[in-house]
C-alpha cells in the first residue's frame, strides 16, 4: 500500500446559502520517498487539500489512508497524534516560537510526543539541527537568526521526529530567491537521504525541485505527472 | 504506563509555564501583585494573632490551676458606656463577703480575698523604686490562687492576716531595684512611707505584651485595706476546686453561696462576675475571632479580585499566542497538552504570588514579636498550606476557562493568525 491513498477525498464549506466544494473528488496517492509537488492557483483547493495531508482538517467524505491507518475519521487528539509522529510541517512564515531558542523549537514535538526523556530530546534536537547545519546556533533565538537560518531551524524542527512525510507549504515564499535556493538544495538532500516531501507552491521553479507535479484547478486534480526532473530519475 | 505520562505532560507544561510567565515577566508580576496582596493579608494576621496566642496561653495563667475567681465587674469588659456603668453600680464585694463566702462554701480547697493597686513607691534606705509599683494585698492562699511561686523566705501565716501584720512578699523587680547586692529577707522597706517586713520573695515571673509581671509586692489583705483601701475598693475572691473532675460543681456552689452573701432574691440577676483561666482564653478567642474574621474577609475579596484578574491576563495571552496555540497544534500538540499548559500556567502565576504573600506575610506578621520580649516568632504552617492550596485553587477556578478556550481553538485558524 502506498505511503498516502487519498479517494474521492470532498471538503465542502457551507458558506450561507451556497455550497463551496474546496476540494471536489480528489483521489492521489503518494509512494514512499516520493518527492512531490502540489502546484493551483489560489482558490485551487491546494491549501485544502495541504491541510488534509496534513491531518490539520477532516475531509467532509472520501478516504485517506496515511502508513495504512484511515485519518479521514479520526478525532483531534488522535490527529494530533498523527501530526506529532508521521508528519513534519515547514510554513512559509517559519512558525516558530519566537521567545523560545532553536533548541527549544526543535524540541517541542518530541515534547509533545511524551514518550522521550528530556536528554534524549536535546540529543535529537542538535542532531537534526546539525543536519541543517544550525549546530552553532542551537542557543539562539529565531529574531536572532536570519530567513533562511529560520526557515532551516522549521526544517529541524520537521525533522526531529523523523516523520512519515515532510510536508512544506510555499517553503520559500518569504525568503530571497538565494536562500530559497538554498532551502530547496535542503529539500533536496533530505529527499534522497530517502524521506518523502510534498511540497505546495505556485512556483514553478521550485515545483521543478520535485520528481512529480499535482496541479489542481476548481478543487479537482487536473494534472498529475512527473516533472523533468523525475523523467530524467526514472530514464 | 498512564500515569508516567501524564506526570511527563505535567512535568513539561510546568517549564513550558515557567517559559511563559519569564517571557511576560511584567505583565505576571502585575498579575500577582492581587495574589500577593490577598494571601499577605491572611498570613500576616494569622502569624501576628498566633503569636499573641502563644504569648497569651502561656502568659494568661493569670490564676492557679481548677481557681475560679470572682469579682464585681468582668475581667475583659467590651461594650458601651451604659454596660460599663451598670458593673460599677454594684455593690462592692467587701472582705467580710469573702469571710461569710468562706465559712459557707463546703466542697473547696480554700477560699481566698485579694486586691491590688498600682502606682505606688518602695524604698529600702536610700534606694527607691519608680512610682509604678503594683501592690497586691491576699491572705495565706493568695500565692496559690494568683499562681506566685515563693523563691525564699515563707509565706503568709493565718496570724499575719488575722492581725493585719505589716510583712511583704517582694515582686523580682523590686528585689533588683532595691537589693541587687543584699538579702532582702528581714529588711524593712517602705510602701507609700509605711513600713513592712520582708519575709519573702517571689520567683520570676516573665512577661506579658511586653509588661513585666514581676513588678510588685504582696502584703496581707487586712493591712492593705487598711493602708490602701479606699471605699472603692471591691476585692476580688479565688476559690479553688478540689480537683478539675470538681471544677463545674464547685463553680455551681460558688455562684449559689455568693448569691446568698449578696442577699440576692431568687429573681435577681447575678451581681458579681464568675471566671477562670479557661474563660479568659476563650475571652480572648472571641476577640481574636472576630480580627481572624475580618482578615478572612479581606482575603477573600483580594483573591477573588485577583484571580478575575488572573482570568483577564490569561485571556489575553491565549488571544496574544493564538498563532503559538496553532504551531504547537500543528506539531502534535493535544487538546489537553494545551489545556495543562496554560491551566499551570495559571496555577503557577498564583502560587508564585502566594509564596511571595506568604514569605511578606510571616514576616510581617512576626513584626509584633519586636514589640514584645519573650515571644517566638511564629510560622502558622497550617495557614501556609491553605494559603497555597486556595492560591491553586484560584489557578484553576480562574484558569479553566482561557485554557479551555486555547485548548478549543482550530489549529489551521490559528496558525493563519497573525
Known amino acids: 500500500m502506498s505511503l498516502i491513498q487519498v479517494k474521492d477525498l470532498y471538503k465542502i464549506y457551507q458558506m450561507g446559502n451556497t455550497e463551496v466544494r474546496a476540494l471536489d473528488g480528489v483521489s492521489v496517492s503518494i509512494e514512499q520517498n516520493e518527492y512531490v509537488s502540489i502546484m493551483g492557483p489560489s482558490g485551487s483547493g491546494k491549501s485544502t487539500l495541504m491541510n488534509l495531508l496534513g491531518c490539520l482538517d477532516t475531509p467532509t467524505s472520501g478516504e485517506f489512508f496515511m502508513d495504512g491507518t484511515n485519518v479521514a475519521t479520526m478525532g483531534d487528539d488522535e490527529l494530533a497524534h498523527i501530526r506529532n509522529k508521521k508528519i513534519g510541517f515547514v510554513f512559509q512564515t517559519f512558525n516558530l516560537l519566537p521567545k523560545s531558542t532553536s533548541l527549544r523549537n526543535v524540541e517541542l514535538p518530541l515534547i509533545y510526543n511524551g514518550e522521550i526523556k528530556a536528554h534524549e530530546r536535546r540529543d535529537m534536537a542538535i542532531r537534526a539541527l546539525t543536519r541543517v547545519n544550525l549546530g552553532d546556533r542551537v542557543s539562539h533565538k529565531p529574531n536572532e537568526l536570519s530567513g533562511g537560518q529560520r526557515q532551516r531551524v522549521a526544517v529541524a524542527r520537521a525533522l526531529v521526529n523523523n516523520p512519515a512525510i515532510i510536508l512544506a507549504d510555499e517553503p520559500t515564499g518569504n525568503l530571497d530567491s538565494k536562500t530559497g535556493e538554498e532551502i530547496m538544495t535542503l529539500f533536496d538532500e533530505l529527499h534522497k537521504q530517502g524521506n518523502t516531501i510534498i511540497l505546495v507552491t505556485h512556483e514553478e521553479h521550485i515545483a521543478a525541485h520535485a520528481s512529480r507535479v499535482v496541479r489542481l484547478l476548481d478543487g479537482k486534480i487536473a494534472v498529475d505527472e512527473a516533472t523533468n526532473r523525475g523523467k530524467k530519475v526514472t530514464q | ?418
Request: glycine share 10%; net charge neutral.
Open chain 2, 1 to 418: 504506563m498512564y500515569v508516567r505520562t501524564t506526570l511527563k505532560t505535567l512535568n513539561d507544561a510546568f517549564f513550558m509555564a515557567l517559559e511563559a510567565i519569564r517571557d511576560n515577566l511584567l505583565r505576571s508580576i502585575l498579575t500577582l501583585l492581587g495574589i500577593v496582596i490577598g494571601v499577605f493579608a491572611i498570613i500576616a494576621v494569622m502569624t501576628a494573632i498566633r503569636t499573641l496566642e502563644s504569648s497569651i496561653n502561656t502568659g494568661l495563667n493569670v490564676f492557679g490551676s481548677d481557681v475560679i475567681f470572682v469579682q464585681k465587674s468582668p475581667v475583659i469588659q467590651m461594650g458601651d458606656h451604659n454596660s460599663r456603668r451598670k458593673y460599677w453600680r454594684r455593690p462592692n464585694i467587701t472582705y467580710d463577703m469573702a469571710l461569710e463566702l468562706r465559712d459557707r462554701m463546703v466542697g473547696a480547697e480554700f477560699v481566698s480575698a485579694q486586691d491590688g493597686t498600682g502606682g505606688k513607691t518602695i524604698r529600702f534606705k536610700k534606694e527607691s523604686t519608680n512610682p509604678n509599683v503594683g501592690v497586691q494585698g491576699v491572705d495565706e492562699f493568695g500565692l496559690e490562687a494568683l499562681n506566685h511561686k515563693l523563691d525564699y523566705g515563707r509565706n503568709f501565716i493565718p496570724e499575719d492576716i488575722e492581725y493585719g501584720r505589716r510583712v511583704v512578699i517582694l515582686g523580682t523587680d523590686v528585689i533588683q531595684k532595691l537589693f541587687p547586692f543584699q538579702d532582702p529577707i528581714n529588711q524593712t522597706i517602705t510602701i507609700n512611707g509605711i513600713g513592712f517586713d520582708v519575709i519573702g520573695t517571689l520567683q520570676r515571673k516573665g512577661e506579658m505584651f511586653g509588661q513585666s509581671q514581676d513588678n510588685f509586692v504582696i502584703v496581707p489583705i487586712t493591712s492593705y485595706l487598711q493602708y490602701y483601701g479606699s471605699r472603692w475598693t471591691s476585692l476580688g475572691i479565688s476559690i479553688k476546686a478540689p480537683d478539675g473532675e470538681s471544677f463545674d460543681r464547685t463553680k455551681e456552689e460558688v455562684i449559689d453561696q455568693m448569691r446568698i452573701v449578696r442577699g440576692l432574691g431568687p429573681m435577681d440577676e447575678n451581681d458579681f462576675e464568675v471566671t477562670s483561666n479557661d474563660a479568659l482564653i476563650d475571652t480572648f478567642g472571641s476577640f481574636t475571632a472576630g480580627i481572624k474574621m475580618f482578615a478572612g474577609a479581606v482575603s477573600v475579596i483580594a483573591l477573588v479580585v485577583a484571580g478575575i484578574g488572573i482570568m483577564n491576563i490569561m485571556l489575553v495571552s491565549v488571544s496574544e499566542r493564538i498563532k503559538e496555540i496553532g504551531i504547537r497544534k500543528a506539531i502534535g500538540a493535544t487538546r489537553n497538552n494545551i489545556l495543562f499548559q496554560f491551566l499551570l500556567e495559571a496555577v503557577f502565576l498564583s502560587l508564585i504570588g502566594g509564596v511571595i504573600g506568604v514569605m511578606l506575610g510571616i514576616g510581617v506578621g512576626n513584626m509584633v514579636t519586636l514589640f514584645m520580649k519573650n515571644v517566638a516568632p511564629v510560622i502558622p504552617i497550617d495557614w501556609v498550606f491553605i494559603g497555597l492550596g486556595v492560591c491553586s485553587f484560584i489557578g484553576i477556578v480562574f484558569g479553566i476557562y482561557p485554557a479551555y478556550k486555547a485548548a478549543g481553538l482550530d489549529p489551521i485558524e490559528s496558525l493563519r493568525h497573525e
